[in-house]
């Protein structure tokens, strides 16, 4: 069976004539693929404009990134001169302090000065008598984590100074104003402190082994977990003081005050506590046999 043959159009002369000479606009557009409304332009972004939204995210999280990583290097790098700045002004600062202790008649007015960190060991900055002129003052200076060891501070002023984290072994501290001090962390291990004023001091963790603080006026201060074993505070004034979690092993507390003194987990084995003065505000470790009756004089 034959099969039969496909039916193709035959366009008339007219048709074809138009098609030769481009006058056949309305034939031409029904062959021609729709264009989108908008033109050409809309037609670009419909099929570019996820690739370039893309390009633009990228870019701005590109910025954003650098941006961020200048600011860090900038803030870093503005830290490292802060801290080259205050390291110079401490080593300008330790120049003068030396310079006044070699001369034992001069006048030592470092009140608020800088020697963060600062090496101040064995200089001799007291004086005989408090407040004397040629007695050195450090009233509010900043002293965290200076070495003050075996330096002489007979007398001397230090009133509201920082001294948390210094090294203060074996230093000469009898007769100082240390009122409203910062000593946390400090180590004072043999320190002579005798009759020195701590009232209101924070002492948080530091290290008072075997420290003379016979006559010391330590009212109102803070010696959480404090050590002040085989420490010596006869006759000193502990009132309204909290030593919760302090190390009083061995400590002599002859005649010492310790009206309503916290000493909560305090360790009070070995220590002596002859003829002390307490209250019923007083709080004592569990399990301490607290002496009998106070000595307070009236």
């Known amino acids: 069976m034959q ?34 409304p908008g033109g050409r332009v809309a037609s670009f972004f419909h099929q570019h404009g996820y690739a370039m939204a893309r390009d633009v995210l990228v870019a701005l999280l590109a910025v954003g990134v650098t941006f961020t ?11 490292a001169d802060e801290r080259r700045a205050a390291q110079q ?3 300008e600062n330790l120049r003068f302090v030396r310079d006044r202790a070699g001369d034992p008649v001069s006048i030592k007015p470092f009140n608020g000065i800088r020697l963060h960190e600062a090496n101040l060991s064995g200089l001799a900055l007291g004086c005989e008598e408090p407040q004397a002129p040629n007695c050195a003052s450090f009233v509010g200076a900043d002293m965290r984590s ?8 007979t007398n001397a002023e230090l009133t509201h100074s920082n001294l948390s984290g210094a090294r203060l072994l074996g230093a000469q501290l009898a007769g100082a104003d ?18 020195a004023n701590l009232h209101d001091s924070e002492l948080h963790d530091t290290d008072l082994f075997s420290a003379e ?22 006759d000193s004034d502990l009132s309204y003081s909290s030593l919760f979690g302090a190390d009083l092993t061995g400590a002599n507390l002859t005649n010492a005050v310790l009206t309503n003194v916290n000493l909560t987990e305090a ?6 506590l ?14 301490y046999r607290r002496p009998a009756t106070p000595s307070c004089e009236t």
Do not use: M
Request: proline content about 5%.
């Open 274 to 287: 002859t003829d002390v003065c307490f209250d019923d505000k007083t709080t004592w470790p569990s399990g």
């Open 267 to 272: 360790n009070l084995t070995g220590a002596v």
């Open 89 to 91: 002004e401490a080593l």
């Open 146 to 153: 200076a070495d003050l060891s075996f330096v002489n501070l």
């Open 69 to 79: 990583l200048d600011s860090r290097i900038a803030t870093r790098q503005e830290q």
């Open 178 to 195: 240390i009122n409203d001090a910062e000593l946390d962390g400090a180590n004072l291990l043999g320190a002579d402190l005798t009759g």
């Open 3 to 36: 099969s039969r043959p496909r039916y193709r159009p035959r366009l008339l002369r007219n048709d074809r004539k138009l098609l030769d000479t481009g006058s056949g606009s309305a034939l031409q557009s029904s062959l021609t693929p729709p264009v989108p």
């Open 213 to 234: 603080l016979s006559g010391a006026q330590i009212s109102f201060a803070h010696l959480h977990n404090a050590s002040l074993r085989d420490a010596n505070l006869f």
